[in-house]
């Protein structure tokens, strides 16, 4: 287990030679959904994988090229959502929206309401998560895998999926990446629905999310980082070394595993003064990396759809916010000073309030 963030970032920065990505444990629950995923492929294969991630999703750009179509989904679900949540907004009603605008922006308009795909991937996932014990159903595994290539080919102009059809080199295996990218968007919807219910709790911030204007919204990313910081959606980070590393004067041998736990790193109250405050600022200062904080990771492995990611929650969080007011159910509010170290947004239902026109 790494303790300090010096070595997290050595860890990190070493990746995949030789803290290799596919460990054990992924290679027992991936291989269940998605045998040739990035996550468990090394050599040229892991990096052809990689590649279409970080090509398709933009990894490197904070406003993606497909922004003026999200923004366009986002703002005609988003009120839509709020019309049917009345006065509570729960976190099913949340959730499905989510995923209709994750549905429109990566097959096209027509995938909006079909749920069937996403209720495969929740079968195929909760089978992975048998990991070593489970069985793999392969029918399973391959009607999944063959849902997402159809939905791929009929994907529609100005999609994720068009730019994905648009690489073409078939070593890249599309639909395997396309399934973790389902699953992950998941991540990014309890992410974004957290955000709201920090900001529900904390009227100052809500207030200067309302009014982040500039075009990459900064204070809504940082917003939803310092969320991720808090409760990270992927606790643990995990390596496998394929050779003797070295530690000081000692020698840990080939094949050991290696777990980066990230709230250990975020939360660790003897060295971040902001340890369990909500601190949105550290993130706009570059605090937040010169504190070595990874909420997606760091280095060759961290996650390509950290920018996408960002930008879809923001652009989220801004409809929602630019239509109404939220609130935490009476005695729920979060206190942003001291806050806990879980988050159950399973049962949560945040009260909203609809803004007067004039108020917009
Ligand atoms: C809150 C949302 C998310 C968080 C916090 C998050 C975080 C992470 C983390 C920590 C990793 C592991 C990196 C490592 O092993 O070093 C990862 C990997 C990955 N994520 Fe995300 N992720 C999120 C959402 C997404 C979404 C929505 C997508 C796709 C659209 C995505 C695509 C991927 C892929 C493809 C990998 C594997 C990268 C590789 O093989 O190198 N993630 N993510």
Not at 49 to 78: N, T, W
Not at 87 to 105: H, M, N, P, T
Not at 242 to 271: C, K, N, Q, S, Y
Request: proline share 7%; glycine share 6%.
């Amino acid at each position: 287990m790494v303790l300090s963030s010096a070595d997290a970032r050595r860890v990190l920065a070493e990746t995949p030679e030789p803290f290799q990505s596919d460990t054990s444990e992924k290679h027992a629950t991936l291989s269940h959904f998605e045998p040739a995923g990035s996550l468990i492929s090394r050599g040229p294969e892991r990096a052809a994988r990689r590649a279409f991630s970080d090509d398709v999703l933009q990894s490197g750009c904070p406003l993606h090229i497909l922004l003026p179509r999200f923004r366009q989904v986002i703002e005609e679900e988003a009120p839509m959502l709020l019309a049917q949540a009345g006065e509570g907004l729960s976190w099913g009603a949340f959730k499905d929206a989510w995923f209709r605008i994750v549905r429109r922006c990566t097959f096209g308009d027509h995938a909006g309401g079909d749920t069937r795909l996403t209720a495969l991937l929740i079968r195929v996932r909760s089978r992975a998560n048998g990991a070593f014990l489970a069985p793999k159903d392969r029918v399973l595994r391959d009607r999944t895998l063959s849902s997402i290539a159809a939905a791929l080919h009929s994907a529609e102009p100005n999609t994720l999926g068009a730019l994905a059809k648009a690489t073409g080199d078939r070593r890249a295996r599309p639909e395997d990446q396309v399934a973790q990218w389902l699953f992950a968007f998941d991540a990014a919807g309890i992410a974004t629905f957290r955000a709201l219910a920090v900001l529900a709790s904390d009227p100052a911030s809500a207030s200067q999310a309302r009014d982040d204007a500039a075009p990459e919204l900064p204070f809504l990313r940082a917003c939803l980082l310092d969320t991720v910081r808090l409760w990270p959606t992927t606790p643990a980070v995990l390596r496998q070394t394929d050779r003797d590393t070295r530690w000081g004067d000692a020698i840990m041998p080939a094949g050991t595993g290696v777990l980066i736990h990230l709230p250990f790193l975020h939360r660790d109250d003897e060295r971040l003064p902001f340890a369990h405050r909500f601190a949105p600022k550290v993130w706009l200062t570059g605090e937040g990396e010169r504190w070595g904080l990874i909420p997606f990771s760091g280095g060759p492995g961290e996650c390509p759809a950290r920018n996408l990611v960002l930008l879809l929650g923001s652009l989220m969080l801004q409809s929602l916010l630019r239509e109404s007011r939220f609130d935490m159910p009476a005695g729920e509010a979060l206190n942003t000073s001291a806050l806990p170290a879980t988050f159950d947004h399973f049962s949560l239902i945040i009260r909203t309030a609809r803004l007067r026109a004039d108020l917009r």
